[in-house]
């Protein structure tokens, strides 16, 4: 007995050994990026927490959204304050909550949703949930979305650092092997939107996989229609106009599949809902033709892709506009 004691408070302290380090790895850098304030979700959340009752109009979602549309062509044109408040991986459940707290210190007449099969699927990224969540004023609102959002798997997410950060450990020792330099990351934003420099290179081009549809990726109707009602219902308990959009793809993907699931099962259930929405791969194509080369990867934008996705989204603005007048 003694002797399985012993062995087992010695894998306990090389358990709790491991994750301390793990987590001053993976921890600390975030921690030195909110000190010099050069974190982004840091910065994002200090602009909606110390600007209170400013923006007028709202973005939110993926990494799609915040690549996608650029505040300040955006505002030039409509005379708006907006802000784009999208962040990496974000998961529908914390685009819920994200808006809770974004409803306590602002008062957006509009509330633009990026809609995206993985954003209500059965992989969650903890790290960038987490991250964002952790500058949230409300630490109700950060247990919530632990708890509610997540349940078990949340709470043990959160608290095992080893558990949280698996996937990055997983890509760093991929990375290590393989000798392959992580690209560049650009560090221009404003406003929230994140100016991507980088162009898809033709060998990616050719590695391109089909876009989101229902045989590749575990998309759950039921987590997207449980927390699409909760948003909807707390946009307009604040008096807010939501919109539906889906960020633009490079069109060299469309091609790779026969049927479009993402698209198709997004203007049904928008339509089912009287929600408005649009797609930026189809909405005025004449007039906004997307090239492989407006992208920065498989599908995030880059800054001439965003250039036309916010032009679009200014023409999609008045064209609402003028159906509410």
Same mark, same amino acid.
Do not use: C
């Given at each position: 007995?003694?002797?399985?004691?012993?062995?087992?408070?010695?894998?306990?302290?090389?358990?709790?050994?491991?994750?301390?380090?793990?987590?001053?790895?993976?921890?600390?850098?975030?921690?030195?990026?909110?000190?010099?304030?050069?974190?982004?979700?840091?910065?994002?959340?200090?602009?909606?927490?110390?600007?209170?009752?400013?923006?007028?109009?709202?973005?939110?979602?993926?990494?799609?959204?915040?690549?996608?549309?650029?505040?300040?062509?955006?505002?030039?044109?409509?005379?708006?304050?907006?802000?784009?408040?999208?962040?990496?991986?974000?998961?529908?459940?914390?685009?819920?909550?994200?808006?809770?707290?974004?409803?306590?210190?602002?008062?957006?007449?509009?509330?633009?949703?990026?809609?995206?099969?993985?954003?209500?699927?059965?992989?969650?990224?903890?790290? &960038?949930?987490?991250?964002?969540?952790?500058?949230? $004023?409300?630490? +109700? =609102? !950060?247990?919530?979305?632990? %708890?509610? @959002? /997540?349940?078990?798997?949340?709470?043990?997410?959160?608290?095992?650092?080893?558990?949280?950060?698996?996937?990055?450990?997983? &890509?760093?020792?991929?990375?290590?092997?393989?000798? $392959?330099?992580? +690209? =560049? !990351?650009?560090?221009?934003? %404003?406003? @929230? /939107?994140?100016?991507?420099?980088?162009?898809?290179?033709?060998?990616?081009?050719?590695?391109?996989?089909?876009?989101?549809?229902?045989?590749?990726?575990?998309?759950?109707?039921?987590?997207?229609? +449980?927390?699409?009602?909760?948003?909807?219902?707390?946009?307009?308990?604040?008096?807010?106009?939501?919109?539906?959009?889906?960020?633009?793809?490079?069109?060299?993907?469309?091609?790779?599949?026969?049927?479009?699931?993402?698209?198709?099962?997004?203007?049904?259930?928008?339509?089912?809902?009287?929600?408005?929405?649009?797609?930026?791969?189809?909405?005025?194509?004449?007039?906004?033709?997307?090239?492989?080369?407006?992208?920065?990867?498989?599908?995030?934008?880059?800054?001439?892709?965003?250039?036309?996705?916010?032009?679009?989204?200014?023409?999609?603005?008045?064209?609402?506009?003028?159906?509410?007048?």
């Amino acid at each position: 007995m003694k002797k399985f004691l012993k062995q087992f408070a010695l894998g306990l302290l090389a358990f709790i050994i491991v994750n301390a380090i793990i987590a001053v790895m993976y921890e600390y850098p975030t921690y030195k990026s909110v000190q010099n304030e050069t974190n982004r979700n840091y910065l994002k959340w200090e602009a909606i927490h110390q600007n209170q009752n400013t923006f007028d109009l709202i973005f939110i979602g993926t990494s799609r959204s915040y690549t996608s549309f650029n505040p300040k062509i955006i505002d030039s044109a409509l005379q708006t304050n907006s802000y784009n408040m999208s962040t990496s991986a974000q998961d529908i459940a914390e685009t819920y909550f994200a808006l809770e707290e974004i409803f306590e210190y602002q008062k957006p007449k509009y509330v633009v949703l990026d809609l995206f099969f993985q954003t209500a699927d059965d992989s969650h990224d903890y790290f &960038q949930t987490f991250s964002n969540s952790s500058f949230f $004023n409300s630490t +109700k =609102r !950060k247990f919530n979305l632990i %708890t509610e @959002g /997540y349940g078990t798997t949340g709470i043990l997410n959160y608290s095992i650092p080893i558990v949280k950060f698996k996937a990055y450990i997983k &890509q760093d020792i991929a990375r290590l092997f393989s000798g $392959n330099k992580q +690209k =560049r !990351k650009s560090d221009v934003w %404003t406003k @929230g /939107y994140l100016h991507e420099g980088l162009t898809v290179t033709d060998a990616e081009i050719s590695d391109f996989e089909p876009i989101s549809n229902f045989e590749n990726t575990t998309f759950s109707k039921a987590r997207f229609t +449980k927390y699409f009602n909760k948003i909807k219902e707390l946009v307009n308990a604040n008096n807010a106009k939501l919109i539906g959009l889906r960020a633009p793809y490079p069109p060299s993907r469309f091609t790779l599949y026969e049927t479009d699931d993402e698209g198709v099962y997004f203007k049904s259930y928008m339509a089912k809902e009287n929600i408005p929405f649009y797609d930026l791969s189809t909405f005025k194509s004449d007039k906004y033709r997307y090239i492989d080369q407006d992208f920065a990867d498989y599908h995030h934008p880059n800054y001439k892709g965003a250039k036309k996705a916010s032009m679009q989204f200014i023409d999609i603005f008045k064209d609402i506009e003028s159906k509410n007048n």
